[in-house]
Every structure is written in structure tokens, then in C-alpha cells.
């Protein structure tokens, strides 16, 4: 499997201001994606980090609220911009590899 | 619009004895399977997958059945063991690999 880091693992930030998670993986991998566990709910898939374009957003996620870097292919940050209590959550980037899709182990956001 | 349900939030089974946890889905799109098991302030760790071509999956104590006409597949934990208490998800996804996930299942096992 790929082995999957990612920094902070927790943050403690207030509202109105923005955090950069990073996601590094240890080998090369096509495909990145972000996701998001809120408070006692499922995860949801936050956006498709595309390496060298744009990152592709679902539903209900814009590029300005949560605007994605994909330098190369085995790195990626996600920012939660302007950050309201509503964004506490945990964070999590995601790689397929050998076909299988491997999650890191979350960045735990709480927005005061 | 939730496409992939697992309807029982909790499982408690005893040591020793099978684990089956359920899974229903409904996009006729989703070719692909998974189940991740997660423990507190951990990401989520990949159990086993079944592409929809098959109806079965095995790999040791863990085995995924997949009833395509039914859009319902299981996992089976046997025997189940202490450290297998955590949360377990079903997901499923079309060829883009992107993930819908259930809303979980908390399995404890009782020593």
C-alpha cells in the first residue's frame, strides 16, 4: 500500500482565518482526492486534486473556499479559507494505488 | 442524497463468533466495493474491495459478498477478534474512483 502523511494533524484556529494541509505520499500516484469527515457524520468527497490543472470540485465545494495545489505526483495541499466553526472537521487526502484507494491519517480541524 | 446506506449503526458480537455487517446502495452506476474499518484519530484503513464482475471476495478473516440485483453487499468478520472493535465503512464508486461512503457501522466485540 502507499504510505500517506499529512501535516498538521490537528489545528485549533480561529474563524475568519485560512489553513494549509499538506498531503505527501510516498510514491507516485495519478490520482489524489480530498476528503471531509464533519462531527458524527460519513465522509464526503471534497474535490479531485489533478496534477498540473485545476483541481475538479464536487457538489457544494468551491474553489474558493477550499482551493487545492497538485504540484507533482506525489504532493498535494488543501486550504480551508476563511474558516468558520461550520469547517471544523477532519480532513483527509486520499490516493489510489495498485488500484486500491489508500486515505491518510486526517488532519483534525476545530475552528473557534 | 445518500447512494450507499449501512442501516445499522451498531454491532456488538462476541469474541470468536462471525461479525456481518450490511450494505445497501442505490446507483446502478457504482462498479466498485469497499469496506474501511477506522479507529479514533485515524484515517481510514482498507479492508477489502470486490469489483461487480464478481460475488465474492475473500482475504483471511475478512469476506465481501456482493448481490448485485438486490444492490446490497456484506462483510463477514470471522472470527471476530478484540481488535477488530471500530468503525467500519462501506463506499462504492464508478469508474472515476471517486468514493461515496455509508454512514458506518460501530462494531464492538465482548471479550
Known amino acids: 500500500s502507499a504510505v500517506i502523511s499529512q501535516k498538521p494533524s490537528r489545528d485549533i484556529c480561529q474563524r475568519g482565518t485560512s489553513l494549509t494541509i499538506q498531503c505527501q505520499v510516498d510514491?507516485?500516484?495519478?490520482?489524489m482526492f480530498w476528503y471531509r469527515q464533519q462531527p458524527g457524520q460519513s465522509l464526503t468527497l471534497i474535490a479531485t486534486?489533478?496534477?498540473?490543472?485545476?483541481?475538479?470540485?464536487e457538489s457544494g465545494f468551491v474553489i474558493d473556499k477550499f482551493p487545492i495545489s497538485r504540484p507533482n505526483l506525489t504532493f498535494s495541499t488543501l486550504t480551508v479559507s476563511n474558516m468558520s466553526p461550520e469547517d471544523s472537521s477532519i480532513y483527509l487526502c486520499?490516493?489510489?494505488?495498485?488500484?486500491?484507494?489508500?486515505f491518510g491519517p486526517g488532519t483534525r480541524l476545530t475552528v473557534t | 442524497d445518500q447512494q450507499v446506506k449501512q442501516n445499522s449503526p451498531s454491532l456488538s458480537v462476541q469474541e470468536g463468533r462471525i461479525s456481518i455487517l450490511n450494505c445497501d446502495y442505490t446507483?446502478?452506476?457504482?462498479?466498485?466495493f469497499l469496506w474501511y474499518k477506522k479507529y479514533p484519530a485515524e484515517g481510514p484503513t482498507f479492508l477489502i474491495s470486490?469489483?461487480?464482475?464478481?460475488d465474492k471476495n475473500e482475504d483471511g478473516r475478512f469476506t465481501v459478498f456482493l448481490n448485485k440485483s438486490a444492490k446490497h453487499l456484506s462483510l463477514h468478520i470471522v472470527p471476530s477478534q478484540p481488535g477488530d472493535s471500530a468503525v467500519y465503512f462501506c463506499?462504492?464508486?464508478?469508474?472515476?474512483?471517486?468514493?461515496?461512503f455509508g454512514a458506518g457501522t460501530t462494531v464492538t466485540v465482548r471479550a
Open positions: 486520499s490516493v489510489v494505488h495498485n488500484y486500491e484507494q489508500y
Open positions: 510514491s507516485q500516484v495519478t490520482m
Open positions: 486534486a489533478n496534477q498540473g490543472s485545476e483541481a475538479t470540485y
Open positions: 446507483n446502478s452506476m457504482f462498479d466498485y
Open positions: 470486490i469489483s461487480s464482475i464478481k
Open positions: 463506499a462504492a464508486s464508478a469508474l472515476d474512483y471517486k468514493l461515496s
